[in-house]
């Protein structure tokens, strides 16, 4: 009986080690996961609704760049911009 004790005892350490690993492994995918998000993804925030969105970018009439989203992206075409 004396056997049994400690092997829940060894169980109960494994499954601790078990799930601390899981969790420590969760945390630093998602922090890989929050970075591509904001760097490699290439959202930008549209010149025209503010929206974090995937820009496409036109040079305005005064040489400036703007970009825009899709959903604002007829406006950009209808002042005559060119897409860069
Ligand atoms: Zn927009």
Redesign the pocket.
């Known amino acids: 009986m004396k056997y049994i004790w400690l092997l829940i005892v060894v169980c109960v350490v494994i499954l601790i080690l078990v799930f601390k690993a899981l969790g420590t492994r969760k945390s630093s995918g998602n922090v890989v996961k929050f970075q591509r998000k904001n760097s490699k993804q290439g959202l930008q925030k549209?010149?025209?609704?503010?929206?974090m969105?995937k820009?496409t970018f036109y040079a305005s009439d005064e040489g400036s760049v703007i970009g825009?989203?899709?959903?604002?992206?007829p406006?950009a075409e209808s002042r005559d911009m060119l897409p860069i």
């Open positions: 549209c010149t025209y609704c503010k929206k969105s820009l825009v989203c899709k959903e604002c992206k406006k």
